[in-house]
Nanobody
Framework: QVHLVESGGGSVQAGGSLRLSCAAS???????MAWFRQAPGKEREGVAVIYGGSRLYYYAESVKGRFTISQVNAKNTVYLQMNSLKPEDTAMYYC????????????????????WGQGTQVTVAS
């Protein structure tokens, strides 16, 4: 059983930055770690995934160049650095994990992910 706890959400103005953290109760090196988000009335969207201590990662086109996913194995923690935030980035952000490598297709669906955090809210004002 893996327990995931997100933190770091908040409210910022457009153009601002936030860093989300996901602390895992177990080792994350051999798991695909992901950030998903869901805005009210919209479907869940994959944001970024990472595997093997940053050896493999993928980003959604909507955040590429603005968000950076990283992993500190010694801390069993995954981060999402979000820069140049836009109002359309407003959503509940969730951390998720599955015990295998990542695939680009993971950004399209979170159905394979076994473990989820409780989420952290990000609100970007225009």
């Amino acid at each position: 059983q893996v327990h995931l706890v997100e933190s770091g959400g908040g409210s910022v103005q457009a153009g601002g930055s936030l860093r989300l953290s996901c602390a895992a109760s177990g080792a994350t090196y051999s798991s695909c770690m992901a950030w998903f988000r869901q805005a009210p009335g919209k479907e869940r969207e994959g944001v970024a995934v990472i595997y093997g201590g940053s050896r493999l990662y993928y980003y959604a086109e909507s955040v590429k160049g603005r968000f950076t996913i990283s992993q500190v194995n010694a801390k069993n923690t995954v981060y999402l650095q979000m820069n140049s935030l836009k109002p359309e980035d407003t959503a509940m952000y969730y951390c998720a994990a599955v015990a295998r490598r990542c695939y680009y297709s993971d950004l399209s669906s979170g159905a394979d992910f076994s473990y989820w955090g409780q989420g952290t809210q990000v609100t970007v004002a225009s």
